[in-house]
């Protein structure tokens, strides 16, 4: 299994500002995952991180507003650029275990956002 | 187009009564598939997964599942509900394929599980 640390765990911040989550991992892993879960939904996919090339983003999300790092293998932040009430969610980070498709995804504790 | 369904919104069970919460699926060929739970403020856990063999599969606190292909279903159960297991439960599927293909997991809406004392 793999423990996955995320930062911060909440936050309440002003519409118009940026906010940068963070995600370590305890084991080197090819690809991270961030999913957003709004009030009361399930989790929607925003974009694929691969170690030493640009994120895959998902329809309906782009990079201007959701930019995502990953400069190693055990590391990746996401940000949420420009922020307004609508992206009020819970983010989360997610791997996947290595070498075997068929395991189970891991998630972070998740960033509780909330936009004023 | 590939989808996971939950059809209840909330399944209210008894402390000491057996719960079943449903899950079906609609992906091509043989997928993976899961159960996450989701406690208030937390991250999800994986519960269990299906990936080949036996239908019957068991997982973490009690849980199981019963993976039926002709109706594409994996209802999760458990044969005595605690007040504890009260959470949000996660059907999941991942489509067999190439690597990112097979990474991307499709999440169904959630059920919302309470168990009265």
């Known amino acids: 299994s793999a423990v996955i640390s995320q930062k911060p765990s909440r936050d309440i911040c002003q519409r118009g500002t940026s906010l940068t989550i963070q995600c370590q991992v305890d084991s080197q892993v090819t690809m991270m995952f961030w999913y957003r879960q709004q009030p009361g939904q399930s989790l929607t996919l925003i974009a694929t991180a691969n170690q030493g090339s640009e994120a895959t983003y998902e329809s309906g999300f782009v990079i201007d507003k959701f930019p995502i790092s990953r400069p190693n293998l055990t590391f990746s932040t996401l940000t949420v650029s420009n922020m307004s009430p609508e992206d009020s969610s819970i983010y989360l980070c997610s791997v996947v275990g290595q070498g075997h498709p068929n395991t189970e995804a891991f998630f972070g504790q998740g960033t509780r956002l909330t936009v004023v | 187009a590939q989808s996971v369904a939950q059809p209840e919104d909330q399944v209210n069970v008894a402390e000491g009564n057996p719960l079943t919460v449903k899950c079906t699926y609609s992906v091509s060929g043989n997928p993976y598939l899961f159960w996450y739970v989701q406690y208030p403020n937390r991250g999800l856990q994986f519960l269990l997964k299906?990936?080949?063999?036996?239908?019957l599969v068991k997982g973490s606190y009690g849980f199981e599942a019963e993976f039926n292909k002709s109706q594409t279903s994996f209802h999760l159960k458990k044969p005595s509900a605690l007040v504890s297991d009260s959470a949000l439960y996660f059907c999941a599927v991942r489509p067999q394929g190439g690597y990112s293909s097979a990474s991307k997991i499709i999440f169904g809406s959630g059920t919302r599980l309470s168990i009265r004392p």
């Open positions: 299906y990936i080949t063999g036996d239908n």
